[in-house]
């Protein structure tokens, strides 16, 4: 970029001194066709155009020297600061690009949003249903080990009372039917019957 910028910066230098000495060669002509007209005049007038001529030279030689540095690093500063723009550009542009993108999707996420929250809540729906059964069946299944254990109980204590009814029957019966004599007749033929038997 500085080879092309003194490049450009020395053609401008050789125009500006070609134009110069080509103004310089016109006041000379000029002044040679005013030289018939008076002498004194016109060495006023060449001093004049000397000393432009100088000044011009100097300004020249200053911009060829000092110029292309000049410029250069102007040249430089705004290179880097295109640089800094474009690069900020693209960064802005890959921003909008995102947030468009995300506009763009966000339809769809709140839609996807929605049917998941759909199939959740009927996730949900079943799994308590579900619950309700399962806790139902195991109500149910308390329930009838209750009303069995109940049966199981009322069936042992009606047991126990018609075996206490059978005991105070044959109690009371045997109260009637078993005189004095009848024990004796018992206990013999007990004793008859533990003496038939060894030891």
Request: net charge positive; hydrophobic share 45%; with cysteine.
């Amino acid at each position: 970029m500085n080879l092309k910028l003194a490049k450009t910066a020395t053609l401008y230098a050789k125009t500006v001194g070609s134009l110069l000495c080509s103004v310089l060669f016109l006041a000379l002509s000029a002044h040679a066709e005013e030289a018939a007209s008076g002498s004194q005049q016109s060495a006023e007038n060449l001093f004049k155009w000397i000393n432009f001529a100088l000044v011009a030279g100097v300004i020249v030689w200053l911009c060829v020297k000092k110029g292309p540095g000049f410029f250069g690093r102007r040249a430089d500063v705004i290179s880097a600061d295109i640089q800094k723009s474009t690069e900020a550009k693209r960064k802005a542009e890959l921003q909008l690009q995102d947030a468009e993108t995300k506009l763009q999707n966000l339809e769809k996420e709140v839609a996807d949003l929605r049917a998941s929250a759909q199939r959740e809540s009927a996730a949900e729906a079943d799994r308590i249903r579900n619950l309700t059964v399962t806790d139902k069946q195991k109500i149910t299944q308390a329930a009838q080990a209750e009303v069995q254990a109940a049966e199981r109980a009322a069936r042992l204590e009606l047991k126990a009372l018609a075996a206490n009814l059978a005991v105070s029957g044959a109690e009371s019966l045997l109260v009637k039917q078993l005189t004095p004599a009848a024990q004796e007749a018992l206990i013999n033929n007990f004793v008859k019957t533990l003496d038939g038997r060894p030891n």
